[in-house]
């Protein structure tokens, strides 16, 4: 059974530091995804890793994947209040079988 | 990318009742997931949903209790069968976007059972 683990659970940063949060899987696989969650609110795509090596901006955000390590990373720079949600990394064997990350929860304190 | 309109929002249930949940895409996919996410929990894969034949359940999640339906390509329910206070989740569904770039997600149904 393919396991997803991520670090730190829970995250407490103030704004404008930077931090990781890292993604580790069990099983190869050549497709990681990240996504944020707002309290009570579905979840919202923020990347798709397609191949190792790739590398995704967005904003402050910032993806990584590493398939041999078996690692995926998302950087924050500059940490601001907006940024505070649960992020959820997500991984695919299959087509089909999609599983996910423990969650971390980020919080960004002034 | 498709949009998925998800329904209940929200339901407060008796114990031993059940709940049947919605979710209606503005195109037609083949496949539908149906997940859980338990309080402070990450998400789990309850089945997926193929249209014209039988659901396909994880590990932990049966027919009996999360009886799936999948009418057609646009459309799926999930119902939440004798429910007990356990079974209060969010419960969400789910489809592939095209191009293998990911999956999209209904706005989720947070379930509470009494």
């Known amino acids: 059974e393919l396991k997803v683990e991520q670090n730190p659970l829970f995250l407490s940063m103030q704004e404008g530091k930077n931090y990781t949060i890292y993604c580790n899987y069990s099983t190869t696989s050549d497709r990681l995804y990240w996504y944020r969650q707002d309290p009570g609110k579905s979840l919202e795509s923020l990347f798709v890793?397609?191949?190792?090596?790739a590398v995704k901006q967005e904003g402050r955000l910032m993806a990584s994947l590493d398939t041999k390590a078996r690692l995926s990373t998302l950087h924050i720079t500059a940490a601001v209040h907006d940024l505070s949600a649960t992020y959820f990394c997500a991984v695919s064997l299959t087509g089909n079988q999609f599983y996910f990350g423990t969650g971390t929860s980020l919080t960004v304190i002034p | 990318s498709a949009v998925i309109s998800q329904k209940p929002s929200r339901d407060i249930c008796q114990r031993g009742t059940s709940l049947t949940i919605q979710c209606q895409v503005d195109?037609?996919?083949?496949?539908m997931f149906w997940y859980r996410q338990q309080p402070g929990q990450s998400l789990t894969l309850i089945a997926t949903a193929n249209q014209g034949s039988e659901a396909t359940y994880e590990s932990g999640f049966v027919i009996d209790k999360f009886p799936i339906s999948r009418p057609n390509l646009t459309f799926s329910t999930l119902t939440v069968s004798n429910m007990s206070p356990e079974d209060s989740s969010i419960y969400l569904c789910s489809v592939g976007l095209t191009g293998g770039s990911g999956y999209t997600f209904g706005s989720g149904t947070r379930l509470t059972v009494v």
């Open positions: 890793l397609l191949s190792n090596g």
């Open positions: 195109s037609q996919v083949t496949m």
